[in-house]
């Protein structure tokens, strides 16, 4: 153990490891870690071996190892995990066993009365019944002895000895069949959704072709492959990197990611990421990530997290429960006084409210994360899921959430006797080798018109305001084009004459002028236009009960009241700073409303994490921003984000149903069961019923296509 991790340094409450255990995966690693009850959180650099520990300030490392040493090694060793169906095999012995022992015992010994103690322990029913009710007791008990207070495994255990006592072990026998198809029930819900993850896990690529120094293909194994390194990926193939595509086109199902069961068509530029399938063509890629470092990892490690996190509505699911526990047995003692008969004072003892309130609402929830997950929506916890269904405020930032992200080129105007097509052709020339935005609209629209960009001798870049070049041509000589703001030409001393016939047309717009040899040719307008689906998005946000839709952005106000109006929003707050943003949806959450912010960009992240729900969006999302937010849509398409709402309103409906069904149903069937109208078991079956049925109707869930309701009207 001290060879395999050695700390580095160690202070109080944070201690940092080097770990060199072997053919572990930094997800192992700090899943290892994070099951230590005193350690906060555990976070791994696979470049560095380092892993960074945050514990109670009362623990030391010596302590730590002590721990790992009695709980994980032995099962680091023997490494052979267990199969996850070994659970659903023991419920299904346990069920088989259970049913066999009922119909053996009704079959062959019909009313028959057992007297005396021998009688009514040694008999099918009831042996079956103690054997596979061990694992019951040994928990009902231990809540008792270790924290003083009953749980719904104590009312089930006392039910059951209570049934065997009386000489009725049928009906504890009934218990178990039914409590043991409700608990398969939920493992079967569990088991898809866990198959969901794994699915998108699942790249089985353990070799790829890896393009060598001469250009030619090797097959070696994924283990080898680093960032930049170049692979090809072939017609039908699992690409199992991400990266960016440097030559070939193709199509690729990207479903794992984004939910999207339409391919999409890539080609030189295009990003493309592991767990996706190349269904034609073939393309080379420029690794950019591998392994851990894959979006798709990420994405599960995301998914992994957010089921263990509890929402609200579950742990008041989980109070109610324990609290309706000691009802159960007052009413029981009661029953028992009034009226001396132990068949209504087992009904007491076998209805309860626990099982349906906890297993339907666990059911639920992560039913709801696991579907989301699998239609490119991801939801880090239940408590957010719950948030998002009571959301009443919704926040865009502009650039790349309601817009495209993508300029474009909205018009050009030119002057002095010049064409359209020259005035693009000079900017392009100044522009071809910048990676700004705008200069990559303007190169865009010179593609569009098959333009010839004319190659230039010089090139000056003048920050925040231009670009001036030196162009020759053959024939013309050399030109100098301006490319750049209206200031950068003036302090240049351009004439602008010109554009006072337009002033009215470039009135509120983005403009950059081009100017060539001291004379203005033109100026172009750039756009960047609103996403596709995004006034349809936040009409059908509206109808999920959004009252109020603000958008947030650092642009101008021009620009922004220009979105806004188009739009109908409700209000726009423009040139706001990081930090404005922030502040602002701080503002509406201390005035009482629910607000969720959805942004994409490094500067969106405060206002994300101050947000009551932050979503970040699209493609183009940053990694910080994804960090800070609560829910992660891979879909660019923005219809996505109501749906996303209306799947958390449908499911926290759901939990209300079950919540009313369960207290209702077992109310009645406690009241009955207390006047005498129902026999222990069919008090049994009632509740056990209710149990299934709500429970059911947590695991439907797992039948929903958001997708499909993405497309349908809300």
Not at 629 to 649: C, E, F, M, N
Request: with cysteine.
């Amino acid at each position: 153990m001290t060879n395999l991790m050695v700390p580095v340094h160690c202070l109080p409450g944070r201690t940092r490891v080097r770990v060199s255990i072997p053919n572990l995966t930094p997800a192992w690693i700090e899943a290892m870690f994070r099951k230590i009850p005193f350690i906060y959180s555990a976070t791994y650099t696979q470049e560095t071996r380092s892993l960074l520990l945050y514990h109670d300030r009362s623990i030391t490392w010596k302590d730590i190892t002590k721990y790992l040493r009695r709980k994980f090694l032995r099962a680091e060793q023997s490494e052979k995990p267990k199969s996850e169906n070994v659970e659903v095999k023991k419920h299904l012995f346990a069920l088989g066993l259970a049913t066999a022992a009922f119909l053996a015992d009704w079959l062959l010994f019909p009313g028959v009365v057992r007297v005396g103690w021998v009688a009514k322990l040694l008999n099918i029913s009831a042996l079956t019944t103690l054997v596979l009710s061990v694992p019951i007791f040994k928990n009902g008990i231990s809540e008792v002895v270790t924290k003083r207070r009953a749980n719904a495994d104590t009312l089930t255990t006392a039910a059951v000895l209570a049934a065997i006592f009386k000489g009725n072990p049928r009906s504890a026998l009934v218990v178990v069949i039914l409590s043991t198809i409700s608990e398969l029930l939920t493992e079967y819900t569990a088991h898809r959704t866990r198959n969901y993850i794994r699915d998108m896990l699942k790249l089985d690529v353990p070799y790829v072709w890896k393009v060598g120094p001469d250009g030619k293909e090797a097959r070696v194994k994924i283990e080898t492959v680093r960032p930049d390194d170049l692979v090809t990926v072939f017609l039908g193939e699992k690409i199992s990197v991400d990266g960016e595509i440097e030559s070939g086109v193709g199509t690729v199902d990207e479903s794992s990611i984004t939910g999207e069961f339409f391919p999409k068509e890539v080609g030189a530029g295009k990003y493309v990421y592991a767990g996706s399938i190349l269904k034609s063509g073939s393309v080379r890629i420029r690794v950019k990530q591998v392994g851990d470092g894959t979006a798709i990892t990420r994405i599960i490690k995301m998914i992994e997290e957010a089921q263990s996190k509890q929402a609200p509505i579950q742990s008041q699911a989980d109070r109610l429960s324990n609290a309706l526990v000691p009802v159960s047995f007052l009413m029981a003692i009661l029953v028992f006084f009034a009226t001396r008969n132990w068949d209504r004072v087992l009904n007491m003892l076998f209805i309860d409210f626990s099982c349906g309130l906890k297993l339907s609402t666990a059911t639920a929830i992560s039913a709801s994360i696991g579907k989301a997950a699998n239609q490119g929506i991801l939801i880090k916890g239940g408590q957010y899921l719950e948030r998002l269904s009571r959301i009443d405020t919704v926040v865009f930032d502009k650039t790349g959430t309601l817009t495209e992200g993508r300029p474009e080129v909205k018009e050009v105007l030119p002057f002095n006797g010049y064409t359209a097509h020259e005035v693009i052709r000079y900017a392009a020339s100044a522009e071809e080798h910048s990676s700004h935005p705008i200069a990559e609209s303007i190169l865009q629209q010179a593609q569009k018109w098959d333009i010839i960009i004319p190659p230039y001798n010089e090139l000056d870049t003048i920050v925040g305001r231009g670009v001036r070049a030196v162009i020759h041509e053959e024939g013309a000589g050399e030109k100098v084009v301006l490319v750049g703001s209206q200031i950068f030409l003036e302090d240049s001393h351009v004439d602008m004459s010109a554009l006072e016939s337009a002033a009215a047309r470039i009135q509120d717009e983005n403009v950059v002028y081009v100017a060539c040899n001291g004379q203005l040719i033109g100026c172009v307008l750039i756009h960047d236009p609103v996403r596709h689906g995004m006034r349809k998005a936040i009409n059908r946000l509206r109808r999920r009960g959004v009252d109020e839709v603000v958008m947030l952005t650092g642009d101008r106000r021009s620009t922004a009241h220009k979105i806004s109006t188009y739009l109908s929003l409700d209000s726009y707050y423009a040139e706001a700073l990081p930090s404005d943003k922030a502040d602002f949806v701080k503002r509406y959450r201390q005035k009482g409303s629910s607000v969720m912010m959805v942004g994409d960009g490094i500067n969106d992240a405060p206002a994300l994490a101050y947000a009551d729900v932050g979503v970040t969006m699209g493609g183009k999302r940053t990694d910080i921003a994804v960090e800070a937010s609560d829910v992660t849509i891979s879909s660019d398409d923005p219809l996505t984000l109501s749906s996303s709402v209306r799947h958390a309103q449908r499911t926290m409906k759901v939990i209300h149903q079950n919540f009313l069904a369960t207290i209702i149903i077992n109310s009645a069937a406690m009241m009955f069961g207390a006047i005498g109208l129902i026999s222990p078991v069919v008090g049994a079956v009632i509740h056990n019923a209710a149990t299934i049925s709500v429970v059911a109707n947590s695991a439907r869930i797992l039948l929903w296509d958001i997708k499909k309701e993405r497309n349908q009207a809300a």
